[in-house]
């Protein structure tokens, strides 16, 4: 027996638009990792140039070159982790890298490597990235160092919850990450995924907003808090 979704391009755009207006049309980067969730990351990317997305975040190097050997010439952001030979070539090619350790940091300074860096924040067990504290040294660190820092970001690893717990949660992950925003100007200041922005409408922080499992309806839990506003405007296409 096989099995197979259909993936119709208008919901998608539908979704994408929708979703971006709830995020009081901030800039989107759209979340093609793991083959956009096994949906065919070029073609899912091919589909959201349409609508004028033009900034793309997959998990790792092997990712991002897929999508440019496949013609993309748009920005691609590696979310994930890069080793030290991952940031030489990423560089190479023009890809966004995440920063999460002044260890990589300083193997940039020392080989002269000067990628268009994001630096990530750990705002509470995301596992990887820079504590909030400290913050003003790492960017303190990459303007002396003449470091290409265009944006800054975090990830609210349980905004799909629906339990008083995790919403009180992200809102202390949204409140953490605004001690650094604070007076920065920077390109790209992100934390919002799907979840994050159908469930903390109102918090949403930054100038982009990463969207993922959202543009193919899935935003979580059917408790959640804006159900009817959401659900009732958002379509479903996977069969
Ligand atoms: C996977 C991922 C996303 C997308 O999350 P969704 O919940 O699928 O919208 C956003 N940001 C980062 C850092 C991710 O790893």
């Not at 899912?44 to 897929?66: H, P």
């Not at 100007?185 to 799907?194: D, P, R």
Request: net charge positive; with cysteine.
């Amino acid at each position: 027996m096989r099995t197979w979704v259909e993936i119709d391009k208008e919901n998608l755009k539908y979704n994408v638009l929708k979703l971006k207006e709830i995020a009081n049309n901030r800039e989107v980067l759209g979340v093609v990792k793991a083959n956009a969730y096994g949906l065919g990351s070029v073609e899912i990317t091919k589909i959201l140039q349409e609508i004028g997305v033009n900034f793309f975040g997959v998990a790792n190097l092997e990712e991002a070159i897929e999508l440019q050997e496949a013609g993309i010439k748009d920005k691609i952001l590696i979310l994930g982790a890069s080793f030290e030979d991952e940031l030489i070539e990423a560089t190479k090619r023009g890809v966004h890298v995440a920063i999460s350790s002044m260890g990589q940091l300083q193997f940039l300074v020392n080989n002269k490597l000067n990628p268009n860096m994001h630096l990530k924040f750990d705002t509470g067990m995301t596992r990887l990235g820079f504590e909030v504290d400290e913050a003003k040294k790492v960017i303190e660190f990459c303007k002396n160092n003449n470091l290409n820092l265009v944006g800054v970001f975090s990830h609210l690893s349980d905004s799909d919850g629906n339990t008083v717990e995790t919403k009180n949660f992200t809102l202390e992950q949204i409140e953490k990450f605004k001690k650094i925003i604070n007076s920065l100007n920077l390109k790209y200041i992100h934390i919002s995924n799907s979840a994050g922005i159908t469930n903390f409408y109102n918090d949403i922080v930054g100038n982009l907003v990463r969207m993922g499992i959202g543009m193919y309806s899935f935003t979580g839990n059917k408790k959640h808090l804006i159900k009817k506003y959401f659900y009732n405007k958002i379509k479903t296409f996977i069969y």
